[in-house]
């Protein structure tokens, strides 16, 4: 692998070409609603927010008492099965009692899989640094992983990971339209400059205090779909506008001085630092399929990653 | 789990707090040597920096093919075996040419290992978003993993990430010495306040511009190591000075305004904004072995994160 290859595919926009983009998205207005951002959310009817910028509750629709942050561990685990369930119960409970996990002959017939489904369960959870199994000592749990706040190696439903950090969610969409990609943009994307894209700027709130914005870019046709739905995820809106599904997330993580707009958007004062994450949503063919440019308050909810150390 | 007890938990020291340490660390003088971080590296002998901080480049012990941002997806991997490594030059073949991966008998025959080994390993490299398997569709390497410059979701020795990542790295020393833990950073390593510690602060450039300082503090007592090598990495001090070894770090990502003597540090303006990296070491039984506080110098290095998105 070339470094000049690297070094190609990973620069963030700068921050230049984000101020412009951003304040071109602001100024031109568009289409305001209610959102969600990755998962679907239950919509306050009544309260769909105006152009002025109003704000509206979000409920979850699912009611499931396995977090989210737990069923992340598995891919393809948004809809849990039971053995999955139970086996992050069981987890739970070792994780809290400080002791190790039942043997894997335990676990198959306490959650009636194979064994090997249950080592293939185990191995997930390592992965993800929720467990370690030593040979012949046991599987250990770590106790500290329910109490990372926001996992930011983690994807899912951002209001999702404030409640389950202990916050109330809400948000609003700031702005939503079609618009065409600029030079960057379109080469972070692999599509040519002027491509149409569906943009959309979202903004959350924790216990009423702003802490991220959003401004998602999504590469169509505004025949496919000339009225999406601004209040769709970006993965429904990925769904809708390119018939495809988002595999991974590759994120950039940088911590950069605020611009105006957004010190007035999240509420800070000047100067004043923030969180920029910049994700490309990928097929599980490789192609792009859409541009998030995150801008995290901070200070409010703690950002958390465990990794573990190779021996 | 209460709201409460993770609030208590995830709190990172506050700048006010990190600052009057640092300064205190700084300022105490000490002892300086060249150093690696977390893995061992083979010192240039002739030139270990002074008190004056003078700079030493490092040269990595191992010589292998397969790149530790792989190795690393293999907890307890760093020892990588033969079919390991043959698997992962299948996968980065793969990912190069755009295609699937060879089924998992395909693969077995090849490794010379079983079926379910071959599935576990795939597992694993699943759960860190290199390649995704589709039931009765193939195995489909994620192309861009190995472009994500230094990836944040993984721990490994720093010099080691930032020569990945395309960059010449080298390290220096700042202050090595015995203190006592305050009150803040013993709370986060679950001991008294005033628990001796041994403390490094350490600086690393990449192509000769500062990216980052790190301070260390392992708790322990002196009589223990009375003079412990400061230029080991902080795993072999904890594994000196603890009798433990590290199986996962919990990190917290922040952004903030950079204090004076890290502007200084790092060479930057006023006002400017790092990325925070606090991280405690954790056992397999669950114990604080240390707490390290990096802060990062940003735009030089890209930080990346793969994500996999849940379906």
New interface residues.
């Given amino acids: 692998?070339a470094?000049a290859?690297?070094?190609r595919?990973?620069?963030?926009p700068s921050t230049a070409q984000r101020r412009t983009a951003l304040i071109g998205i602001l100024s031109s207005g568009g289409r305001v609603g209610c959102s969600g951002r990755?998962a679907s959310v239950a919509h306050t009817g009544g309260d769909a927010a105006g152009p002025s910028g109003g704000r509206a509750t979000v409920r979850p629709v699912y009611n499931d008492p396995v977090p989210?942050s737990l069923?992340?561990c598995?891919?393809?685990?948004?809809?849990v099965n039971t053995s999955r369930a139970r086996l992050l119960e069981l987890w739970r409970a070792a994780a809290e009692a400080?002791t190790p996990l039942p043997s894997e002959a335990t676990l198959a017939a306490e959650l009636g899989v194979s064994r090997?489904t249950v080592?293939?369960e185990l191995?997930?959870l390592?992965?993800?640094?929720m467990l370690?199994r030593?040979p012949s000592a046991g599987t250990?749990p770590?106790?500290?992983a329910?109490?990372?706040?926001l996992r930011?190696?983690?994807?899912?439903e951002f209001s999702d990971m404030l409640r389950e950090?202990?916050y109330e969610p809400s948000m609003e969409v700031l702005s939503a339209g079609w618009g065409e990609l600029d030079a960057v943009r379109a080469a972070r994307l692999d599509v040519r400059p002027g491509t149409a894209a569906f943009v959309t700027v979202k903004r959350w709130s924790a216990n009423g205090q702003p802490v991220m914005v959003a401004v998602d870019h999504i590469p169509a046709s505004p025949s496919r779909s000339p009225e999406p739905d601004a209040s769709a995820t970006v993965?429904e809106l990925v769904r809708e506008l390119r018939g495809s599904?988002?595999?991974?997330?590759?994120?950039?993580?940088?911590?950069?001085?605020a611009e105006d707009e957004e010190r007035e958007l999240l509420g800070l004062p000047d100067?004043?630092?923030?969180?920029?994450v910049t994700m490309?949503?990928?097929s599980?063919?490789?192609v792009k399929l859409y541009l998030a440019e995150e801008t995290?308050r901070?200070?409010v909810v703690?950002?958390?990653?465990?990794?573990?150390?190779?021996?």
């Fill in positions: 692998m470094a290859g690297r070094t595919s990973v620069r963030p990755h989210r069923r992340a598995f891919e393809g685990g948004c809809s400080g090997p080592r293939e191995i997930r390592e992965s993800h640094g370690t030593l250990f770590n106790r500290f329910l109490d990372m706040g930011l190696d983690q994807s899912y950090a202990g993965f599904t988002v595999e991974w997330e590759l994120s950039f993580v940088e911590a950069r001085l100067p004043s630092s923030v969180l920029q490309t949503g990928i599980v063919l490789g995290h901070q200070g703690p950002y958390g990653l465990i990794r573990t150390v190779p021996r």
